[in-house]
């Protein structure tokens, strides 16, 4: 097997990604917790970049670290007592049992599906597949896509009234 | 235009009028709504009647209500020589019963109600009888046996007004239930409930058998028997005839227009209406002819010693309509229908003319405390003598010849027990009259039996009473002389007398009758003898030696307590059907299960889906993990099952 | 690089006047005092996009994306008609729980387009986002009252559980995506066809997540958990709004998506609603028997209702398709008639929405008893009113489509319910009152009642327009 360096940055990339799941999953602390999906995210931007996804890896960062993150470190910053939250996250025996059943039926249909199916990679195959998508997204998004673009602004204004209602009464 | 949409369609319309704005607005003025309503039908009916006359018949859909695949049901309507008869007859008594309603409920507490029940009932009856097809029939059959009920039980604080609406209408669901079941039958077997098609293809299925509760049944008897199941529980023929003098709890012009002119009749219109169906099943009319003559002499020998005035005259019409479904049988549908319209106008007028002397008498009802009225009421009393000599069949007036084309054509038609019929009609006309006379005599002759109070309160009853009284008396003697029989005819110098049977035969054919004249004349002979016998018979009873009758009561005290108890067929169904149920449920049941019958069905079975509704309830849980899990097992179920199968 | 081509718009012309008319009501929010003012707004635009949608030439647009045609045109005469309902009856009611907020009605009118979208969508991503648009928005309808827990909790458990259920449709159409290459309903039947992939697992497994979703749109069991507590948290208006307007939209996209993307895999579709039509009716009607609270026994009717219109689905004919959209509009019609009553009862310190609490309103309000005989009479099927019409096309379309049994099953379960409905109608009718009752009649409230008491009757007994109207409809399907 011949490592080349885009093997290796790939491993650590993919490493980034993994590890700080463990801390976002079992650290007592939400603080940490949130520092460490700030690695998750990252990490899951770069894998799309390996995917030649260019478009969605930007916007995993925008949105994701940009947006996501930071509101939930906001709401971290403005809960009181934040610090009580460890007393609820415990698990039984039960559970555990429970949840790791679960995790062992994914792990196996996983496996199942790695080994035994014949992976290959047509868009690398494909000619006419861009080198940057975010251009033939855009050209997309204001021809074929242009009614559901539209849509989507709809969509946002709606939402944007509908938490403001939420957020303004509440506050009130 | 479709003029003949008024007929139904005023009435309709004047009982939304008091429904919805009875109590507020129209208020006591109430009857001028119906009555113009009802008026105006009568109008466009008689229009309508001069139409026919010129051979303008009607069969068309007003409007289709559901068009699914073949399944067709249409408001439509049917305007023929029959549907023109019966018309004819519900307006003309429905209208001068509204009048005379105006009268007799004056003061009523639900005065506009009331009166927009008489309009409802109207309105379906006219649906009933101008219906082109068996769904609409049944619509106006259901609607006319509601207002029946709301009408029966209209003092429902009285108890036993309200008993007697709950009776007919569970002895009416008997009936009904084999009506609908016919009516299934019928779209099975011809896809369509339409009278045209089920009547020209009847022809074509009359051989085929189907097997009914594992019997092999020709299919044309069973849908005569099961629509034949309908008509005598609507028409309280034997053995469903209970209700019907119960039903004189109502108020009197109910009484005139539901249970004796008009609704009771519709099991004979439904007979006639589907003749084709009926004469293609000897059994059917066989079992028609019977019952008809059964209930007809039943009922005319109970009324002989009945002393409530309004019982009386509710078994003579069990027993006239036992005639009209005797006619029938016998295969003489257009007798049968000429004396439903002759009986329309003497039985509503004697009906008015007893809520007259109730009225005088303020509510009594008992024969053995009237007596000597005559000389208070004239107007009532010559009224009702004129409707009494028509029913017991004196020759000229109405009732003579309806009854005589009965009789006769029951003798010489080609029907296997119509010599039988023949006979007990002629005994039922000698009873009749008996009857008939029995109730005059006592009611308006000889010296008052009643109390002081009483005496002092009598008086004529209003104009708004009396007039429809005399109009109805125009129609008890001079109705039948549009079917005056062709031998009396030739005599008096009119050629096809009987025009009556000559309109009628587009629809419902012509009898067959084989006899002589001299038989004929015979016959006229015997039954006017048995009528006129009857009368004097009565006279000698009650106007002369009043000891006879009480003296045969107490030599005969076993037939008398018969009779007067009804041949006990209510006891009979108490002891074999309600007591028995009863019975059943309180020692043999809650002995078993310790609980009622009564809780086991009508509570029981809701209780166990209630039961299980507790449970399934409880897996609403409320908690957002539980919903998830079973959408989400949901999906997962499906899943497996779609590609696993 | 393609061309910028301007599409047709005369087709989408209803779409872009709502939405122009929702943001003139946004704005008017700021500009008028009084909300009754935007109430009245939001009726003329509805009343407006009528007119418009009547004028809409029937076309396909935006590469197929947007379907106009008489299929669409129905739904959406049931969409503005919902609106129009639940704005009448919303006018007093918000001032009584005190949120008379303008938001309310543009809310109203968003969730309405994303309706209109979901009925007229020819493309996966336009129906996916129809579907968002439209549910975003009832979410925070269902939580308007926010002092409110019960109100909280119901938009809360409504949010939750309908990322879940979009969560399912969105893996449906990655998958049918990732098998086809295409988001286009007709591309996907072609592909199907063609290809001869009916008996392919990915299709099948596509169609279930499909299923799945709708199902939880049109609250069919086992998808319906949400459905009783949404009802019974949610605002009575938003309740009465939203087990009209989205359960119409999700049979709409049912329809298009089933009969023509899957057309070709109809028996296995049918294979997967029967089961869920018959849970459906069975859990609709069988635990409404045990409820106490009106509208929460209103939400398990719902539920039953949806079952009984699943069966003209699965009829999978035209007929069985024109009966289940003449279905919806009858069950508008009743269901809100029925809210309004309801809502009647409500007033300031009475809720008026436990069953007990309708005992002897025919002595003390006849009026307002009257109308709910009626309303349940039609929701029982009792003729001639307009929920028998409904039921009676529905079930004979099953049967001529080789349904009998299923048709059995359901007139079994109408039966049950009728036990439930009528018992309304007893306490209303044989019991004596406890409590003096008052109701907040308003000329607004009278008008939605009167509209759907007539059109109840009028429809029971003059059905043939109605039908004859949905089968011209599904005609150009």
Not at chain 1, 154 to 172: K, Y
Not at chain 2, 619 to 633: D, K, R, S
Not at chain 3, 229 to 235: I, K, L, R, V
Request: aromatic share 14%; hydrophobic share 55%.
């Amino acid at each position: 097997m011949n490592i080349e360096l885009k093997e290796i940055v790939f491993l650590c990339v993919a490493i980034m990604t993994i590890l700080p799941c463990f801390i976002v999953a079992f650290s007592r602390n939400i603080l940490h917790s949130a520092f460490a999906l700030f690695f998750t995210f990252l990490g899951t931007a770069g894998l799309y970049f390996f995917l030649d996804a260019d478009f969605l890896a930007v916007v995993q960062v925008i949105i994701y670290i940009g947006g996501v993150l930071v509101l939930l470190l906001f709401a971290i910053l403005l809960t009181r007592n934040i610090e009580d939250i460890k007393t609820t996250n415990s698990l039984s025996i039960k559970h555990s049992v429970l949840a790791g059943i679960v995790s062992l039926i994914i792990i196996g249909g996983l496996l199942y599906s790695y080994i035994s199916n014949r992976w290959v990679f047509p868009l690398r195959e494909n000619p006419d597949y861009p080198y940057f998508t975010i251009k033939e997204l855009g050209d997309l998004l204001l021809t074929k896509y242009l009614l559901p673009f539209e849509v989507v602004s709809i969509l946002l204004l709606a939402v944007l009234i509908g938490s403001l209602v939420i957020a303004n009464r509440s506050v009130r | 235009m479709n003029y003949y949409l008024l007929i139904p369609f005023l009435p309709l319309t004047a009982f939304l009028i008091n429904i919805l704005f009875g109590k507020k607005y129209v208020q006591e003025r109430a009857h001028w709504v119906s009555i113009l309503a009802v008026a105006g039908s009568w109008i466009v009916a008689v229009f309508t009647l001069l139409k026919v006359l010129k051979g303008e018949t009607v069969n068309e859909d007003l409007y289709t209500w559901v068009l699914s695949g073949t399944f067709e049901v249409s408001v439509g309507f049917l305007i023929d020589q029959l549907t023109t008869v019966m018309l004819i007859v519900v307006t003309t008594c429905s209208t001068l019963i509204h009048i005379y309603s105006v009268g007799y409920m004056h003061g009523d507490k639900g005065y506009y109600r009331f009166f927009a029940y008489l309009s409802l009932f109207t309105f379906c009856m006219l649906m009933l009888v101008m219906a082109n097809n068996f769904l609409q029939l049944y619509f106006g059959w259901e609607g006319v046996g509601l207002c029946s009920y709301f009408l029966i039980g209209y003092y429902f604080n009285k108890k036993s007004a309200s008993d007697a609406g709950k009776k007919a209408f569970i002895v009416n669901r008997f009936g009904d239930f084999g009506f609908g079941l016919g009516i299934i039958v019928i779209f099975l077997t011809f896809g369509t409930i339409y009278y045209e098609p089920v009547f020209t293809q009847i022809g074509g299925v009359a051989a085929q058998t189907i097997s009914f509760l594992g019997y092999e049944v020709n299919l044309a008897t069973l849908i005569a028997l099961l629509l034949f199941c309908g008509a005598i529980g609507k028409s309280a023929q034997m053995p469903l005839h209970v209700w019907l003098p119960d039903a004189m709890e109502g108020p009197t012009p109910v009484s005139a227009l539901i249970h004796a002119a008009t609704m009771v009749t519709a099991g004979v219109f439904l007979l006639a209406r589907c003749s084709p169906i009926f004469s293609l099943s000897e059994p059917a009319m066989v079992v028609a002819a019977l019952i008809g003559a059964i209930t007809s002499i039943f009922a005319a020998t109970i009324a002989l010693v009945q002393n409530d005035i309004k019982r009386i005259i509710a078994y003579s019409t069990l027993s006239q309509l036992g005639y009209m479904f005797l006619a029938c049988g016998v295969g003489a549908y257009t007798a049968g229908i000429f004396h439903l319209y002759t009986h329309a106008f003497f039985k509503a007028l004697l009906f008015l003319c007893a809520g007259s002397v109730m009225h005088a008498m303020a509510g009594e009802l008992d024969l053995q405390k009237m007596g000597g009225l005559k000389k208070y009421m004239p107007v009532t009393y010559a009224t009702m003598f004129i409707a009494s000599l028509s029913i017991s069949g004196v020759p000229g007036l109405a009732g003579f010849f309806s009854k005589d084309e009965i009789l006769w054509l029951a003798y010489a038609g080609p029907s296997p027990v119509g010599k039988f019929v023949w006979a007990i009609g002629t005994i039922v006309a000698f009873l009749t009259a008996f009857y008939s006379f029995r109730l005059i005599f006592l009611t308006f002759h000889g010296e008052f039996r009643g109390t002081q109070k009483q005496e002092h309160h009598l008086h004529e009853s209003p104009k708004s009473m009396t007039v429809p009284l005399m109009l109805l008396t125009i129609g008890a003697v001079a109705s039948g002389w549009v079917g005056i029989p062709n031998l009396l005819g030739e005599v008096i110098g009119i050629e096809h007398s009987n025009w009556f049977s000559g309109f009628m035969n587009p629809v419902l054919g012509h009898p067959e009758a084989h006899g002589t004249h001299a038989e004929e004349w015979m016959l006229m002979g015997i039954s006017v003898l048995a009528g006129l016998g009857g009368i004097g018979l009565a006279a000698v009873f009650y106007l002369g030696r009043r000891s006879i009758p009480v003296l045969l009561a107490q030599k005969f005290g076993f037939i008398y307590r018969i009779l007067w108890n009804k041949y006990y067929v209510d006891e009979l169904y108490s002891h074999t059907i309600v007591r028995p149920t009863l019975w059943i449920s309180q020692n043999i049941l809650m002995g078993i299960t310790d609980a009622k019958i009564i809780e086991l069905i009508v509570n029981g079975v809701p209780r166990a889906i209630g039961g299980v509704s507790q449970h399934l309830r409880k897996v609403q849980t409320g908690l957002l993990q539980h919903y998830a899990a079973i959408m989400a097992t949901g999906a997962l179920i499906i899943g497996a099952w779609i590609l696993l199968r | 690089m393609p061309e910028f081509v301007m599409p047709d718009l005369a087709p989408v012309m209803p779409e872009i006047v709502m939405t122009i008319l929702a943001l003139v009501t946004l704005i008017a929010d700021i500009i008028f005092k009084r909300k009754e003012t935007l109430a009245i707004l939001s009726i003329a635009s509805v009343v407006l996009v009528f007119f418009v949608l009547f004028g809409t030439p029937f076309k396909t647009t935006f590469n197929g994306m947007f379907i106009a045609d008489g299929y669409s045109l129905f739904f959406k005469l049931i969409f503005l008609l919902n609106v129009v309902l639940t704005v009448l009856i919303s006018m007093r009611y918000l001032v009584i729980e005190r949120v008379n907020f303008g938001e309310y009605y543009s809310l109203i009118l968003f969730a309405t387009l994303g309706m209109m979208l979901m009925a007229s969508a020819g493309d996966l991503i336009v129906l996916y986002l129809g579907l968002e648009l439209m549910a975003l928005s009832t979410y925070i309808l269902a939580g308007f009252i926010t002092y409110d827990m019960k109100s909280n909790e119901a938009a809360m458990k409504y949010f939750l559980l309908g990322a879940f259920a979009s969560a399912f449709l969105l893996y449906g159409i990655s998958m049918i995506y990732g098998l086809t290459g295409t988001t286009d309903l007709n591309a996907i039947s072609e592909y199907i066809i063609l290809n001869g992939l009916t008996a392919n697992p990915v299709v099948m497994l596509s169609m279930i997540l499909f299923a799945v979703a709708f199902s939880f749109k049109i609250a069919a069991v086992p998808f319906h958990m949400w459905a009783p507590d949404a009802y019974e948290g949610a605002p009575t208006s938003v309740t009465a709004f939203m087990s009209v307007g989205p359960k119409a939209a999700g049979f709409a996209v049912l329809g298009r998506v089933f009969l023509i993307a899957f057309g070709s895999v109809r028996m296995d579709w049918s294979a997967v609603l029967i089961p869920i039509a018959i849970l459906t009716m069975g859990v609709g009607n069988i635990v409404a028997l045990s409820q106490t609270n009106i509208k929460r026994m209103l939400a398990y009717s719902s539920i039953a209702h949806a079952g009984y219109a699943l069966l003209g689905i699965i009829a999978g004919t035209g007929e069985g398709l024109a009966s289940v959209m003449n279905y919806l509009l009858i069950y508008a019609f009743m269901n809100i008639g029925a809210f309004a009553v309801i809502i009647m009862l409500r007033t300031e310190g009475f809720k008026g929405d436990t069953i007990t609490d309708y005992e002897g309103l025919a002595k003390s309000h006849p009026l307002a008893a009257a109308l709910m005989l009626v309303f349940m009479f039609s929701l029982t099927g009792i003729p001639p009113t307009a929920g028998f019409m409904g039921k009676l096309y529905i079930f004979m379309s099953a049967v001529y489509a080789g349904y009998t049994w299923l048709v059995v099953v359901a007139v079994i379960f109408s039966a049950i319910s009728a036990y439930f409905y009528l018992r309304i109608v007893m306490y209303m009718y044989m019991r004596e009152p406890k409590e003096s009752v008052s109701l907040a009649a308003t000329p607004a409230l009278g008008i939605a009642l009167a509209i759907t008491a007539a059109a109840v009757i009028i429809i029971g007994v003059l059905p043939s327009a109605v039908v004859s109207f949905a089968r011209a409809a599904v005609a150009g399907f």
